[in-house]
Nanobody, 125 residues
Framework: QVQVVESGGGSVQAGGSLRLSCRVS????????MAWFRQAPGKGREGVAH???????AYRDSVKGRFTISKDAAENTLYLQMNRLKPEDTGVYYC???????????????????WGQGAQVSVSS
């Protein structure tokens, strides 16, 4: 059974940086598609960054050039490095995963079967 657990959220001023981690257990991250989603207060969940099993990545336009998604296969951990944070980046950030071989459309919430509990990120102006 795939389990994912986020850590690393917190509060920061605009322009600052945070790094989120997502520890995978029960399965190899090498055989997972993985992504970060976020949900701002009063809004729906949206895809932020995605990484395929071959390391190829995709980003939401609003975070391109500021956020970097990466995966450490040896540590079985997914990361999201967030730089030059803005107040509009505030929200609960979720790690999501799906096994390679399953049909998946990037950033479509229903395509990811495994979800973490979320980590709060708050950016003040």
């Amino acid at each position: 059974q795939v389990q994912v657990v986020e850590s690393g959220g917190g509060s920061v001023q605009a322009g600052g940086s945070l790094r989120l981690s997502c520890r995978v257990s029960g399965y190899s991250s090498r055989r997972l598609y993985m992504a970060w989603f976020r949900q701002a207060p009063g809004k729906g969940r949206e895809g932020v960054a995605h990484i395929d099993s071959d390391g190829s990545t995709a980003y939401r336009d609003s975070v391109k050039g500021r956020f970097t998604i990466s995966k450490d296969a040896a540590e079985n951990t997914l990361y999201l490095q967030m730089n030059r944070l803005k107040p509009e980046d505030t929200g609960v950030y979720y790690c999501a995963a799906e096994r390679v071989g399953r049909a998946l459309i990037r950033f479509v919430e229903a395509a990811y079967a495994y979800w973490g509990q979320g980590a709060q990120v708050s950016v003040s102006s």
